[in-house]
C-alpha cells in the first residue's frame, strides 16, 4: 500500500504551516507592541506625573512657608489681639494685615491669609487675587469656627466653602487661628491641560477622596468619590505623594490611543499575511499546472512501463524547458535502455549464480583436502580403527552436503553436521579440543547458509588447534534485533592465539582482501556468500578477545533474497 503523500499536499501543507507561522508573528508582534506601547505610556504618564506633582510639592511648601512667617514674623503682635486696650489691639491687628498684603504681593502660592481671635472676635485677612464677598465670607467664618475647636491639627486639608473647593493649611492655638488658603482650582493650574493627551490628574485628601480633576475628563462623578472605588474601562492608574498622609496626586490614563496604535500596525501585518495568502494560492495554482500534472502524467507513464509496456514514448508539449528536456531524455533513454532491461537483470542473476557457485566449489575442496590429510595420517600411524571411524563420519558428512539442493539448511541439521565434523577432528587431534553447543530448541528450525558453521569450526582446527593445550571452542544461537530486524546470532568463539589482525581487517571491511594470497579463503567465501544471498555487508564481525582468543559473529536474516537450486536457476 502506498502511503506517501502527494507533492500537492506537501506543497499545501508547507503552505498551511507558512500561514500559522504568519499569523503567530501577528499575534506575537501586536502582543508585543502592546505591551512596549504600555510600558511607554506607563513610563510617560509616570514622568508627567513626577514633574507635575514636583511642582504641587514645592507650592505646598512654600505655603507653609508664608504660613508660618506670618506666625513667627508677627508673634508679638498676635498676642497684642488679646490685649484689654483696645488700641493696642487696633494697631496690632493693621500691622499683621499689612505684614500678609506684602508677602501676598511677592508670593502668589496662596490666594488668601486669615488670622483669627475669638476673644475679641476678631478675624483679619488678605488675598492676592481678587475673592468675591461671598467667597472671603465663607473662608472668615470657618476659620472663626476653627478658633472655637481644640481639635484641630496643624496640616494640609480640605474645604467646600460657598459651591468652591479650598486646600488649606491652619494653626489653632488658645482660641486663635491662623490659616493659608488656595482653590483647588487654582492650586491645579500648575498642571498645563492639552500637554498630555488621553490623562487626567486627580488631587484626593488624607481620606482618598477626590478635591480636583484636571485634564481629560472622564466625568465629574470622579467628585466627591473614593479613589481606591473608582475603576474606568481601558484606563490605569499611577501615583504620586504631594504631602505624605494628607495630599495625593493621581494620573488616570486612557489606553485608547495604544490600542489605536496596536490595530494600525495588525492591520499592516494582516495585510501582509493577506497578500502572502493570495500569493500562495496562486503559487499552488502554478505548481499544480506546471510541475505536478506533468509529473502525474510521466508517473502514470512509468508504472505503465513497470507494467511491462516498454514502447511507452511521452508525447504532447510541456511550457516549461525542463520538462520538455526530460521528456526528450526520457524518450531517447527508452529506446536504448528497455530492450536490454530484461536481457540485462537475467544476466546480473546468472552471474550470481555462478559466483555462488563457485562459493560452494571452493568451500568443498577445502574440506576434502583436508579430510584426505586426516586419512593419510591415521594410516601412517597405523590407526585402522580410527581410520575406519573417520571414513564413516566423512561419508555422512558427505551425504549432508549432497543430500539436499538448497543452499540453506535448518539451523538443527547444519548443528548436527558440525557434532560429526568435531567427531572425525576428535580423531585426528584427541584431547586436543573442547566444544559446547548452545542451541534453543525453538531456534532449530530456522534457516541457515549450508556448510557456514562447519566452515569457521574448520578454521579453528586449521589455524589455532595445537597438541600442546586443549583448545575451547563454544557455539551459541540465540535471536536478537539486529538494526530493527529480527536475526539469528551464530557466536563461534575459540580461547586461541586470535585472529591475525590483516585478517580482522579485511573480514570487517576496512580493507580489501587480497584474492592473489589464498589466505583464509574459506572465511572470506563465508563473506562473500552471505553478502549474494542477503545483500548484505554487515552481517559478519570477527575480532579477538581478552586475554587471548578469537571470536565470529554471524547474524542471519529470517529469509534470504536469493537461494539457489542444485540444476535451476535462482530465484529471488
Excluded at 11 to 28: D, G, K, P
Excluded at 132 to 146: N, Q, V
Excluded at 181 to 195: A, C, L
Excluded at 338 to 355: A, N
Aim: charged share 25%.
Amino acid at each position: 500500500m502506498n502511503t506517501k503523500k502527494s507533492l500537492l499536499k506537501r506543497v499545501l501543507l508547507f503552505m498551511i504551516t507558512l500561514m500559522l507561522l504568519l499569523v503567530f508573528v501577528l499575534v506575537f508582534y501586536s502582543a508585543s507592541s502592546y505591551f512596549i506601547l504600555v510600558n511607554q505610556v506607563e513610563q510617560g504618564a509616570e514622568n508627567f506625573l513626577s514633574l507635575y506633582g514636583g511642582e504641587l510639592k514645592s507650592r505646598v511648601a512654600q505655603m507653609d512657608t508664608v504660613l508660618k512667617n506670618v506666625l513667627v514674623q508677627n508673634s508679638s503682635q498676635l498676642q497684642l489681639l488679646k490685649s484689654p486696650e483696645e488700641s493696642k489691639r487696633y494697631y496690632a491687628a493693621q500691622d499683621i494685615i499689612n505684614y500678609m498684603g506684602d508677602v501676598l504681593l511677592n508670593d502668589k502660592s496662596v490666594e488668601c491669609l486669615i488670622v483669627a481671635d475669638n476673644h475679641y472676635d476678631i478675624c483679619l485677612d488678605a488675598q492676592v487675587v481678587e475673592i468675591s464677598y461671598w467667597d472671603k465670607e465663607a473662608l472668615r467664618d470657618f476659620t472663626k469656627e476653627c478658633t472655637l475647636r481644640d481639635d484641630i491639627a496643624a496640616k494640609w486639608g480640605f474645604a467646600e466653602l460657598n459651591g468652591k473647593n479650598y486646600l488649606y493649611k491652619m494653626f489653632v492655638y488658645n482660641g486663635r487661628a491662623a490659616a493659608a488658603y488656595t482653590s483647588t482650582e487654582h492650586f491645579m493650574e500648575t498642571i498645563p491641560v492639552g500637554d498630555y493627551t488621553g490623562q487626567t490628574y486627580v488631587l484626593t485628601g488624607s481620606d482618598g477622596s477626590v478635591q480636583e480633576v484636571s485634564g481629560e475628563e472622564v466625568g465629574e462623578q470622579l467628585l466627591g468619590a473614593k479613589i481606591d472605588e473608582i475603576h474606568i474601562k481601558n484606563t490605569f492608574l499611577a501615583d504620586y505623594v504631594v504631602q505624605s498622609g494628607q495630599i495625593m496626586l493621581y494620573s488616570i490614563v486612557r489606553n485608547t490611543s495604544m490600542w489605536s496604535q496596536t490595530r494600525l500596525s495588525m492591520s499592516a501585518v494582516l495585510g501582509v499575511i493577506l497578500l502572502t495568502i493570495v500569493f500562495g494560492i496562486l503559487l499552488v495554482r502554478y505548481i499544480q499546472k506546471e510541475i505536478i500534472s506533468p509529473m502525474k502524467k510521466m508517473a502514470h507513464g512509468m508504472k505503465r512501463v513497470d507494467e511491462g509496456e516498454y514502447t511507452l514514448h511521452f508525447e504532447g508539449e510541456y511550457s516549461t524547458a525542463e520538462f520538455t528536456h526530460l521528456k526528450d531524455s526520457f524518450n531517447k533513454l527508452m529506446d536504448e535502455i528497455v530492450g536490454l532491461k530484461i536481457k540485462s537483470y537475467e544476466k546480473i542473476i546468472e552471474l550470481k549464480d555462478s559466483q555462488l557457485k563457485i562459493i560452494r566449489l571452493q568451500i568443498r575442496p577445502h574440506f576434502f583436502l583436508n579430510a584426505i590429510t586426516t586419512i593419510h595420517s591415521l594410516g601412517s600411524k597405523g590407526k585402522e580403527k580410527q581410520v575406519n571411524e573417520y571414513i564413516d563420519a566423512l561419508s555422512k558428512n558427505i551425504r549432508y552436503m549432497f543430500k539436499s539442493s538448497l543452499h540453506t539448511v535448518t539451523v538443527k541439521e547444519e548443528i548436527r553436521h558440525v557434532e560429526n565434523y568435531f567427531k572425525m577432528q576428535e580423531l585426528k587431534y584427541a584431547g586436543s579440543t573442547f566444544h559446547f553447543i548452545d542451541l534453543p530448541k525453538e531456534l532449530e528450525g530456522w534457516l541457515i547458509p549450508q556448510m557456514i558453521i562447519q566452515t569457521f569450526i574448520e578454521n579453528e582446527f586449521k589455524h589455532a588447534v595445537s597438541t600442546e593445550y586443549v583448545l575451547t571452542i563454544l557455539i551459541r544461537i540465540s535471536k536478537k534485533i539486529y538494526k530493527d530486524e529480527e536475526m539469528l546470532v551464530i557466536e563461534i568463539e575459540d580461547d586461541g592465539k586470535g585472529y591475525p589482525q590483516d585478517v580482522i581487517d579485511y573480514m570487517n571491511g576496512s580493507i580489501e582482501y587480497d584474492e592473489d594470497t589464498g589466505s583464509r579463503i574459506g572465511l572470506w567465501s563465508v563473506r562473500n556468500m552471505l553478502e549474494l544471498m542477503y545483500e548484505r555487508g554487515d552481517l559478519l564481525e570477527i575480532y579477538n578477545t581478552e586475554p587471548h582468543g578469537g571470536k565470529s559473529r554471524i547474524y542471519i536474516p529470517a529469509k534470504p533474497l536469493h537461494e539457489i537450486k542444485e540444476n535451476t536457476p535462482s530465484k529471488a
